[in-house]
């Protein structure tokens, strides 16, 4: 049972869980960067996974269960694809 807030609605661990895995999905929108995106995105997939466990809600876990191989799989991409500008050596033109 949660404590009570000013407006009578209280709040538990469960709720907070989704809290913070909404906040870190509105976070994704603010990414420029594709790489800090997909980090992003993993973070509020695992948050999402703990809140669908820990509410019993199955279709917010199944969801993000399938969504966080994608999210990994494409943060991997990014880095494979990615040349540090020191390893591409000097601009000659």
């Known amino acids: ?52 466990l820990a509410a019993d809600l199955a279709p917010v876990l199944a969801l993000h269960l399938v969504l966080l191989p994608v999210n990994l799989f494409r943060l991997l991409r990014l880095r494979e694809t990615s040349v540090p500008t020191v390893a591409r050596g000097p601009n000659l033109n």
Do not use: E, K
Not at 19 to 25: K, V
Not at 27 to 36: I, Q, V, Y
């Open 1 to 52: 049972m949660g404590a009570p807030s000013r407006t009578g609605v209280q709040m538990n661990g469960h709720d907070l869980l989704g809290w913070l895995a909404a906040g870190l999905m509105l976070l994704t929108f603010w990414c420029a960067d594709a790489r800090a995106l997909r980090r992003c995105a993993i973070g509020a997939n695992l948050a999402f996974i703990a809140y669908g």
